[in-house]
Each structure stands twice: as structure tokens, then as C-alpha cells.
């Protein structure tokens, strides 16, 4: 980690173009901003852009914009977000998910600063200093021609590679330790350190989740840490929890589960963001109800009375939701 931030020392001035590679939760985005902070750019504007989140046209036009009448829902001129974020700083998540099409378009603004709008003949000059990431091997997506070769060396002009957590023992306790202090502090709690076994437990999980993994771990052991010590006990639940509900403790949960729903949509939101983009927000949310309403019903014996108590919501509300999602027809 210390390589690292002395390379970040070096490079923030230039205005070059950064490439960081590495896998989900290793830190990718938060390089990215401290590139942004420690450069000439930092009191210009920092937008983030997710490549994976969007199909084709909706992301060329949150990119370079739209003109009115360019498709269907283009109502209006829309400017892009290289325009919006001219002398600014931009990042481009997942960059390895890009259309060719779209790849294309990319390479002209780092070779001459210019575009177009979808839609528009007017060629428009921007300032912007680009900060790519991905979590897959672009040299691979190269060979599987699916990433430009081109392209692939403009954004590498300078490479950062961030290793796995399994790989980097050795900063795995000082950012068990930066955790502990970080979280401690957030709940008004005196936890000091960490005990040799629960450290040595720690040491032997396989982190797939990476750095995101370890702060949400030590976040529930925090919560959950009677004394000033984290024993194993302490992880018990968090270190097996990505298998779903089961093993999560709902009292440790507190009455948002935002923690329980975290840990079972993170290993597999990269996932859904592959099959479902543009639309995870309906599909989620209308799964979630819909296994709601069915497990109700079904601890109800399908008495509608009593699984409309149970949910608490009105039995209009409960049969309109049942017609809904075909339950019980
Ligand atoms: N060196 C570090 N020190 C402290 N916290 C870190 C460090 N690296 C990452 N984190 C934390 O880990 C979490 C994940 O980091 P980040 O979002 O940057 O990962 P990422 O590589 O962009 O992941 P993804 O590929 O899933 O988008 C964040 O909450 C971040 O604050
Ligand atoms: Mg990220």
C-alpha cells in the first residue's frame, strides 16, 4: 500500500491518463479520488461514471450528450458529462464493459480532446482528465477482441495494479486495525485492537469481497463487541454470512437491514448489474415484495387477514399485490 500511495505522489500532477486495475473492493475508486485530490485538478469538478450500469445509448448520451429529436425520449438537448465536467476529472468505472461502438468515441476524446452529441453535427473541444478502472483483465478483453487494442494503451499511460486482499498479508492488519479505530470511534465505543486468535481467523479467510469485505466485517464485530478486545465470537456470524439470511444474526442487524440485504446482494451485484442493467432497481424491489408477500401468505395458510397483520399493510394494499404478482391464483 505504501508503493502505492508514493506512486499516487508522483503521478497526481500530470494530467496523464490512469488506468487502475484490480478486483471488486480492492480500492479502485477511492485511488481514483485520491489521484483527484492530491492534483492540479482538485478544485474542478470529479464525476464518477459507471460503464456496467447503462446500456449503449443511454451511457453515450450521459457521456457526450444528446440533442433534441436524436431517439425517442430525447425531448430535450442534453448536455454530457465530459461538457459538464470540462477542466474537471473524470472516472470511468468498469471501463472494460464498454460497447465498441462507445470505445470508439472514448479514443477520439483522448487523442484530440473532441466529440460530438448523439444526434449532433457541432464538434465540442473539452479539457477533461480521464481515470479509468476494471475489475477484469482488459489485456484479456484485448485478446478476446472485445477491448480496443488502441484504446488500451492511451488509458495505461500510467498502471496501477491493485493486488488482491488474500495476497497482501501484510496490510491486512493495519487495515484491521484502521477499521477498528475508524468503526470505534463512529459507535462512541473503547474497542483497543483485536485479540492473536480472532486476528489469526481473519488471516486465514479467503477476502473475495477484498477491502470492502474486511470494513463491513469489522464494522458488525464493532457493533456487535461487548468488550475492548474483538474476539473470534465477535466475527462468528460475519465471516460465514455471504451464504444468505441463515447466518445472519437479526438482532445484530438492528431494525434497518440494510446490513442483511448488503451482504447478500454483494456477491452478486456484479452479476445482476450484467443481466439486468438499466432495470435492477424494479427487479429487486419487485422481487423482494413479491417473496414478502408469498412467505407471508404461506405462514398465514392464506388467510388474507392474517398476512396483511402480519406485513402490516391494509388487505386492499395485500390484494392488490397478490393480483399483482399472480400469488395464490
Ligand atoms: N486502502 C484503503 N484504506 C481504507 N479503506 C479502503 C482502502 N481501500 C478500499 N477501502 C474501502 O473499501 C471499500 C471498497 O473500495 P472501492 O469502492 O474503492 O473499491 P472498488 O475497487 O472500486 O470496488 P468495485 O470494483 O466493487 O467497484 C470502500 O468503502 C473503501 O473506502
Ligand atoms: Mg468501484
Redesign the pocket.
Known sequence: ?IEIWKMVGKIADSDATVLIQ???????????RAIYDNSKRKNRSFLAINCAALPENLLESELFGHEKGSFTDAHARRIGKFEQCNGGTIFL??IGEMSPASQGKLLRVLENQEFERVGGNETIKVDVRIIA?T?RSLLQAVKEKTFRLDLFYRLRVVSFF?PPLRERSEDLPL?TE??IRRFSRKYSKQIKGIAPKAMENLSTHAWEG???EL?NVINSAVVLCKGDLLIPDDFESFLEARAGFKEIDLDAAGDDYYQVFTCMLEPIF?GLCHKNKGSIYDNVNMGLEKALIQMSMSKANNNQVLAAKLLGISRNTLRDRLEKYHIGS
Open positions: 500500500m484490480g478486483e471488486s473492493g480492492t480500492g479502485k475508486e477511492l485511488l481514483a468505472d468498469e478502472a475489475n491493485l487495515l484502521l477499521f477484498n477491502i470492502r470494513k456484479d
